[in-house]
């Protein structure tokens, strides 16, 4: 290469290449994204989610001997997760055609975490038949199974739309969706043991979290 | 013009090709920049520009309506120089082997964007800076082009790179001490 000369230096852009003009002479109107609309699209995923394992399997068969503040304090901070995490990973900063992935990201796994904990820290001391852990993985099963449609359903929409970052917005997405399993299952699984709790419904979020960040990684780029 | 750049993105996006012709001249100088700043080879920069906007197109409809285009171009710019980047399998972008220093662009020459009434810099002292920025770590050559070079805020850079504001300014803070340690060097050896 050589020195830099005054040509080189006051050079304008070329002009659109072949392909990219080729692409424009067969340019098609599009709709441009709704962030708001994905939103909704999302969180109607996510009741889905909630409510088809209940309308199948029923509720927990314990759900009216629960302390009231656990079943829905458990069951609002599942919720919150999930509609917080869906709101931080779909909708941009304002003005802005770009999501704040590094924020999803910390706080999906934050969220993992606090999934973690609530179910080691915070069961119902009176309710629910201890189980061996490992006989519980369907809930672990079920669980990621459930948290893959509002992941892939935002997948579909986020395609092409994360230029940087997709891990840790996916891992944020992954995270949200997980929060919606873990609600369909703090509502129908009747089991109360901590390990079981903090392992199987808690490792749901942390699971889907990495899930999310690995598809996202693959699937959102432009 | 900043302020009608939103506007032309939606005719784009609604099918008008005469709005994307006034798009590319508004924006390609600056990805250009961004992306020589980035690659420090101005012949790669321009194929890596061709790339970024056919991205663009495809991913047209993903723009949000409103929303200033300029920091989402710039983030698909970085995503095809990451992409390209990698596949060349390279660590770092370097001068060449005999030590001669790369093509150089526009806004890397004395005129930064939107700036074009002032005067132009000394070329041997942007050619020096352009060569120093090859010396650093990606994230902190990436930190010092959108702050310094492209004038964007922390936010607007942190959002462009995926990352946090204050990963950002750690970025380009390490940035310009390592740029500032490199120039003063050369000034040292300089006879």
Redesign the interface.
Known sequence: ????S?Q???????P??D??AA???A?????????LRDLAVVLGSMAMVVAAPLLMMGVRRDLGALPRSYALGVGAIWLVLAVALAALVLL??R????M????AG?IGAGSAALAVALGALVHPPTTGAARPVLAGHACLDVGLALALVPIGCALLLL????????A??GAGLGAAGGAAAGLALHLHCPYGDALHLAIMHGGVVVLASLLGALLAARFT?? | MAGDLPSLM?RY???D?AA??VL?DAL??R??GYLVGMAR??ARA?DL??QT?????????????????V??VL??A??TFLDDHRARGRARVTS?ASG???????DL??QAPGHADEPRAD?TQ??RV?AALGELPDAQRQAVVLTKVDGRSMADA???????VG?MKVRAHRGYLALRRLLGAGDREAP
């Not at chain 1, 080189?8 to 070329?14: K, N, Q």
């Not at chain 1, 340019?27 to 962030?35: D, E, I, W």
């Open positions: 290469m050589n020195e830099p005054s080189d230096l006051g050079a304008a852009p070329p659109p290449g392909a990219l692409a424009l002479a340019l098609q109107p599009r709709r441009p994204r709704r962030p941009p900063r003005g802005q055609a770009l704040r992935p590094w924020l910390a395609r092409r739309a994360v230029p940087t970052g997709n840790w917005l780029r432009p | 939606l996006v609604e099918g090709a994307f012709r590319y390609a100088p990805v250009l080879d101005r321009e520009l061709q906007f056919l991205k663009v197109h495809r991913a047209r409809d993903r723009y949000v309506v409103g929303a200033d285009p920091p989402w983030a698909i970085h995503r060449t001669e220093l790369p093509d150089v662009a526009v020459a004395g070329l942007h050619a352009l942190a959002a462009i790179a995926g990352t946090s990963a």
